[in-house]
């Protein structure tokens, strides 16, 4: 069963606007971290942001939220006030405890495209 | 963030080679670091998780003897394609991490097997 979802194989925002990536997840470990990573057409990763499974707050990072909802298993990514250069895919991921490591876990990720 | 530096960034290699990529930790030290392996428009594959000092994890499916996985220090480890064939071709991307921590990715390497 896939562990990270993530529905939207692409999504299209004007820039300055905001917008919402969805991932929910699956797992049965209390202790988990979630991740969001962007992948520009270079092919690095580069961390966005990080949500801990004890955290209170939801993580915020610059222009960059996440909505963590845990009841619901969801983990969305807000990025407010979209610029041009915002356009990548975007990986939802999920660190879980597996055999003595925390292995991660990605999703397939969102194809994002700011257009002016 | 942590800096984790991969090498070569690109490669072209003919059919029946063998290809070392290399994987660095710049500024911590890595006790795990783990193997991607990306086809184009897919999400990350994880090949193998590798531990300082103890032989690699590898996932099901991945040939342990094709890809060869070494993590000789703290701040290094390599994979190896060996003898590799046009279906190897791929963007292949490491990530080092401690405990507790998100992991931090190299830049990848695009591997052309012709």
């Known amino acids: 069963a896939q562990k990270i979802t993530q529905t939207q194989p692409g999504m299209f925002v004007q820039e300055k606007e905001a917008v919402t990536l969805d991932c929910t997840y699956d797992?049965?470990?209390?202790?988990?971290?979630l991740f969001w990573y962007k992948q520009p057409s270079s092919g690095e990763m580069i961390f966005l942001i990080y949500?801990?499974?004890?955290?209170?707050q939801n993580a915020t990072e610059g222009r960059y939220s996440l909505n963590f909802q845990k009841a619901r298993k969801s983990a969305n990514l807000v990025i407010s006030a979209s610029q041009l250069g915002d356009s990548a895919m975007y990986f939802c991921?999920?660190?879980?405890?597996?055999?003595?490591?925390?292995?991660?876990?990605f999703g397939r990720g969102t194809s994002l495209i700011v257009h002016p | 963030g942590a800096v984790v530096s991969q090498h070569p960034s690109w490669v072209i290699c003919k059919s029946g080679t063998s290809v070392k990529i290399e994987c660095r930790s710049l500024d911590f030290q890595a006790t795990t670091m783990f193997w991607y392996r990306q086809f184009p428009k897919q999400s990350l594959m994880l090949m193998a998780t590798?531990?300082?000092?103890?032989?690699?994890?590898?996932e099901q499916g991945v040939e342990k003897d094709k890809f060869l996985i070494n993590h000789a220090s703290l701040t290094l480890s390599t994979l190896t394609v060996t003898s590799a064939h046009p279906e190897d071709s791929s963007f292949y991307i490491c990530?080092?991490?401690?405990?507790?921590?998100?992991?931090?990715f190299g830049q990848g390497t695009r591997l052309t097997v012709v």
């Open positions: 991921a999920m660190r879980e405890r597996s055999g003595g490591s925390y292995i991660p876990t």
């Open positions: 990530s080092a991490t401690q405990p507790n921590t998100e992991a931090f």
């Open positions: 797992t049965s470990d209390p202790s988990y971290g």
């Open positions: 590798s531990n300082e000092g103890s032989k690699a994890t590898y």
């Open positions: 949500q801990g499974s004890y955290d209170q």
